[in-house]
């Protein structure tokens, strides 16, 4: 999840936009559950964060993999997460 504080550009395939992940708050990276649709092509990631913290402004994820390899980024409608607050990203990928 990224911290929309820190963040300037829209999320590049090639991470060449600056970002900068939450790294408390109950924003930070994690595993995500995965699950396919193995006749479609389909596959799902997500993960529901809590916020732990008060004033938590994000509007961009990134998909990586155990290595910190990047698959992906996106941005979203910019939210002010208080504690307690939940946010669900679920990714979507097809593969052909």
């Known amino acids: 999840m990224g911290d929309a504080a820190l963040a300037a550009g829209e999320p590049q395939a090639d991470s060449s936009e600056a970002y900068t992940a939450h790294?408390?708050?109950g924003?930070?990276?994690?595993?995500g559950t995965v699950a396919s649709n193995a006749p479609s092509g389909n596959w799902s990631v997500w993960y529901e964060w809590t916020s732990t913290g008060d004033d938590q402004l994000t509007n961009v994820t990134h998909?990586?993999?155990?290595n910190d390899d990047e698959f992906a980024g996106n941005s979203f409608t910019l939210v002010t997460l208080r504690t307690n607050d939940k946010l669900t990203v679920n990714w979507t990928i097809w593969v052909t």
């Open 63 to 66: 998909l990586i993999n155990a």
């Open 23 to 25: 790294g408390a708050d």
């Open 27 to 31: 924003l930070e990276k994690q595993a």
